[in-house]
């Protein structure tokens, strides 16, 4: 039975890191965009690197989140071993730690002192969401 879910569960593993790297690789591109549209606005290079550093840290933090989501999906495919466990739980503490850090940097308050959790995609489309209405107004002024 473990012999034939094993393959499918290791293209799932596979499957979510790919998420996790395309959300990483397609975050940073927004960011590069949100932040040379507020420079395009005529704002301060400090709001532009702002935005650059919120969005991508946001960007950053989804696609840990994503990959962190893959390694228990991960130990479904290993043959049980002590070795193998440490180094997963390992690899789950150092990314936990890592979204954590990143999450503290972008909103300035530990995680567990918010009021509501935001993930890094919630963030990414604050961020997109904050560049549209500031477009909106730039546009509206122009006219």
């Known amino acids: 039975m473990s012999e034939t879910v094993e393959p499918f569960f290791t293209v ?12 990483m690789v397609a975050g940073f591109v927004v960011a590069v965009v949100l ?11 400090r709001a532009a690197s702002l935005v650059l550093r919120n969005t991508l840290g946001a960007a950053i933090l989804l696609g ?11 130990t479904i495919t290993s043959k049980p071993s002590i070795e ?9 503490v150092i990314r936990t730690v890592l979204s954590m850090s990143i999450q503290i ?15 890094g995609g919630q963030l990414l489309g604050e961020a997109v969401a904050r560049d549209r209405a500031a477009s909106t107004q730039t546009a509206s002024a122009d006219s």
Do not use: H, Q, Y
């Open 12 to 23: 799932i593993a596979v499957v979510f890191e790919i998420i996790g790297a395309i959300a």
């Open 35 to 45: 932040a040379v549209r507020t420079l395009a606005r005529k704002e301060s290079a």
């Open 64 to 74: 840990l989140e994503v990959l962190v989501a893959a390694d228990p999906i991960r």
């Open 84 to 92: 193998d466990a440490l180094i997963l739980g390992l690899i789950v």
């Open 105 to 119: 940097e972008i909103e300035g308050v530990l995680p567990w002192r918010r009021a509501l959790l935001t993930s």
